[in-house]
């Protein structure tokens, strides 16, 4: 299997360890045809985009222990779908995007012009 990549092509860098985020929960942004929502975008969570999702079902705030999940605030980095980014984009809230820790897979969604204008810098 070869390395996932980012947006530019690279070596895909980890999003987040902690919280522990991913579709397979190993940190990056990884993707797999068993990733329906395309948990590709590494977005830097703002109070604005946790209720805009929040008022949209997705609930990114509240813990649930039961899954692992620690809830969400603000400064936090986690592996968003990309759908969902682009809808938040489309409403003029996108958290930034951590470009580097951005899997490619996302530019079936987006462009890349689209990430740049909300790049939040480097995924170190």
């Known amino acids: 299997m070869a390395p996932s990549r980012n947006v530019f092509g690279e070596p895909l860098l980890p999003c987040s360890m902690q919280p522990l985020t991913g579709f397979f929960r ?28 929040r008022e949209r079902g997705n609930d990114l705030v ?22 969902r980014w682009r809808e938040a984009l489309a409403a003029g809230c996108a958290p930034r995007v951590v470009l580097s820790a951005t899997h490619e897979a996302v530019l079936e969604f987006v462009s890349l012009d689209q990430l740049k204008a909300h790049a939040a810098g480097s995924a170190h």
């Open 26 to 53: 190993d940190g990056c942004c990884n993707t797999s045809a068993d990733d329906h929502g395309s948990h590709t975008v590494c977005a830097l969570m703002s109070d604005e985009f946790l209720v805009f999702s």
């Open 62 to 83: 509240t813990p649930r222990p039961m899954f692992g999940f620690p809830g969400l605030k603000a400064g936090d980095r986690w592996c968003l779908c990309a759908t």
